[in-house]
């Protein structure tokens, strides 16, 4: 399996060299690029702790690094480190009284939920600055035929974005291999399936859940970050808000929450349903415009009700089963 | 400063206008979560596809805009029974966090065969009311009567809930899930009642709230989370604390909004709710 996964990798390294053109390219990097996030979000999800306010991180990271850059020449790179502290900040502020006044399952769903339209809200209001639901885009840095500058973090070229987010998608699979590892996921499912059995065995119920918490906000709003610097124009709706929320939680959903790469698989599957729709049906995909969308609805509904570990979580189950199946024959 | 305060007036009287709407938009969520203890969180899409009902039966069939509203919470009722036999019904074992998500899955369904059905672009009734003037005071005549339609609905679903004997059972459902069927009560069948309830309340909604408003197939995110909150806030399941809580919000929009941009408003009145639920999580008028 673990030679299998590292070909798969190799596989993946070496995607700018098989002549694909620019856009199944992109395709990729939206891939690994929305794969990280909702890595970033089930780090926390898949512990109880369903946030449908990610969207305000992604938010805070995109906004930061475009305003500052924009309106006071700073660089992204510290634009960055400002998205991220602002992020901390306001995942404290947030996580601190739910997680000491008990605040779970669907009133945690829904606080956070007020967290992001605040956020979105907020965008727009302060129009003047932000250009409000227009959207903005970062002052460029690659005039007079520079393709690349490291200062502004711009690239005209894909492959070095292509690189870029595949580093930081690997980083992610390592945080959340990290976190699985340790002793707070441990202590967090003991704290999911009884909060007041967890807190009676010594386990600092609050301390658990907000380290975690500040783990996924910070990797979410560095994807914010990666967001505005790759697409070069971010949008209060798709940066922020509930849209955005909702779509990570359920990209995670579909992917399966419980397997390292079952977020990834759920960013690729949504991306290619679209895609795959587009070649399978040809001209007429534009006289259904949003076929896909209705297509993943009703999979997801299928999917919690039959499958809630989702795509690869019940693949994983199936391989597993197999293998046990097949072991004493070995033996 | 006296013009100042005609104003300031009349953004109070219409918080309290769009405060009764707030208030049946929350009331059939409340409804259901009391009973059944499940959130659908694509309600405000089904109120959605009620104004899409009316705005087809009405503008491209030509019927009447009173019959076309009277089928068009017909059939949202009859979309939240069907929501509750498919989509609800098994799940209602499993955690609650997974109900929550699966009508999450019927939002996006639900917009995108919207979409599907009626395309992107903005569609209206092309009814076009008069505003009331008092003195120097406007107000929006569909407001007006959105809030009066609002208190009936409200004063109409208490009427049931206290006076009918399938009222009495949902009420008593929502006290004791676990000892009702013991009593000769059916909680499936009270459920689908309820889910259809909760369904023409949303019918009703969408049809006050499509006579002051365009259609898109995104319209339920712009209420959808207001809606939650509300409901929230007065106390999950709890229908009085929803009309006080949708009166608070209301003001908060509207005066706040009157002081600053609207969007400013919406940020208090959120801003407002993560406060309330840090102090008191159980909701304004919930018991712990």
New interface residues.
């Given amino acids: 399996m673990k030679y299998f996964l590292l070909a798969l990798l190799a596989l993946l390294a070496g995607t700018p060299f098989y002549g694909l053109g620019n856009y199944p390219l992109h395709l990729v990097i939206m891939c690994l690029l929305w794969g990280y996030v909702y890595t970033s979000w089930s780090i926390m999800g898949r512990l109880g702790l369903v946030s449908f306010g990610h969207g305000a991180f992604l938010g805070i990271g995109a906004y930061s690094v475009v305003m500052l850059w924009n309106h006071f020449g700073v660089s992204p790179w510290i634009g960055a480190i400002a998205g991220v502290v602002v992020s901390v900040i306001v995942a404290v502020i947030i996580g601190l009284p739910c997680f000491r006044f008990k605040i779970v399952g669907h009133y945690f769903a829904l606080v956070t939920l007020a967290l992001s339209e605040v956020t979105r809200l907020i965008i727009v209001a302060l129009r003047d600055q932000t250009g409000g639901s227009l959207g903005a885009t970062p002052n460029t840095a690659l005039a007079q035929g520079n393709a690349w500058s490291l200062g502004a973090l711009q690239f005209s070229e894909k492959i070095v974005w292509f690189y870029a987010i595949l580093a930081v998608w690997l980083a992610g699979l390592w945080v959340w291999a990290k976190v699985d590892r340790g002793m707070t996921r441990l202590a967090l499912e003991a704290i999911s399936q009884e909060e007041e059995a967890a807190a009676s065995i010594g386990i600092n119920v609050t301390r658990s859940k907000l380290f975690v918490t500040l783990i996924s906000a910070v990797m979410t709003s560095i994807g914010g970050v990666l967001y505005a610097q790759y697409q070069l124009y971010i949008n209060p709706e798709t940066v922020s808000g509930i849209s955005i929320s909702l779509q990570m939680v359920f990209g995670v959903i579909a992917g399966g929450m419980y397997v390292m790469l079952g977020p990834t698989v759920g960013a690729v599957f949504t991306l290619l349903l679209a895609e795959g729709l587009r070649l399978a049906l040809g001209d007429s995909f534009k006289q259904f415009p949003a076929l896909d969308l209705a297509i993943y609805g009703l999979m997801l509904v299928l999917f919690i009700i039959h499958m809630p570990k989702g795509i690869l979580g019940t693949a994983a189950q199936i391989w597993q089963r197999r293998a046990a199946a097949k072991a004493p024959a070995r033996g | 400063m006296e013009i100042f305060d005609i104003f300031l007036l009349e953004a109070v009287l219409n918080g309290i206008l769009l405060g009764g709407l707030l208030a049946l938009l929350s009331l059939g969520l409340n409804l259901i979560f009391g009973v059944i203890d499940v959130?659908w969180?694509c309600y405000a899409e089904m109120i959605m596809i009620g104004m899409y009902a009316v705005y087809a039966l009405h503008v491209q069939q030509h019927w009447p805009l009173l019959a076309a509203m009277a089928a068009g919470i017909a059939i949202v009722a009859l979309l939240g029974a069907l929501m509750h036999q498919f989509?609800i019904r098994?799940?209602l074992s499993?955690e609650?966090?997974?109900q929550?998500?699966?009508t999450?899955?019927?939002?996006?369904?639900?917009?995108?065969?919207a979409?599907?059905a009626f395309?992107?672009e903005f569609k209206n009734l092309g009814v076009r009311l008069p505003p009331v003037v008092i003195g120097e005071m406007s107000f929006s005549f569909p407001r007006i009567i959105a809030f009066a339609m609002a208190l009936a609905g409200v004063a109409a679903t208490w009427l049931l809930l206290t006076r009918t004997y399938i009222g009495t059972a949902i009420r008593a459902i929502s006290q004791d899930r676990g000892i009702m069927p013991l009593m000769g009560v059916n909680p499936g069948r009270v459920f689908v009642v309820t889910s259809a309830l909760g369904g023409s309340l949303a019918g009703l909604s969408a049809c006050l709230l499509v006579l002051q408003y365009d259609i898109h197939?995104?319209i339920g995110?712009s209420f959808?989370?207001i809606t939650?909150?509300i409901c929230?806030l007065g106390g999950?399941g709890n229908m009085l604390g929803g009309l006080v809580a949708a009166f608070i919000f209301a003001q908060f929009i509207s005066v706040g909004g009157f002081f600053?941009?609207i969007?400013?408003g919406?940020?208090i009145a959120?801003?407002f709710?993560?406060a309330v639920?840090?102090w008191r999580?159980q909701g304004i008028l919930g018991g712990k």
Wanted: aromatic share 18%.
């Fill in positions: 959130v969180i989509v098994p799940v499993a609650p966090i997974n929550l998500l699966v999450g899955g019927v939002l996006f369904f639900l917009q995108a065969a979409t599907l395309g992107i197939p995104a995110l959808g989370p939650f909150l929230v999950l600053f941009a969007e400013w919406y940020v959120f801003v709710f993560i639920m840090f999580p």
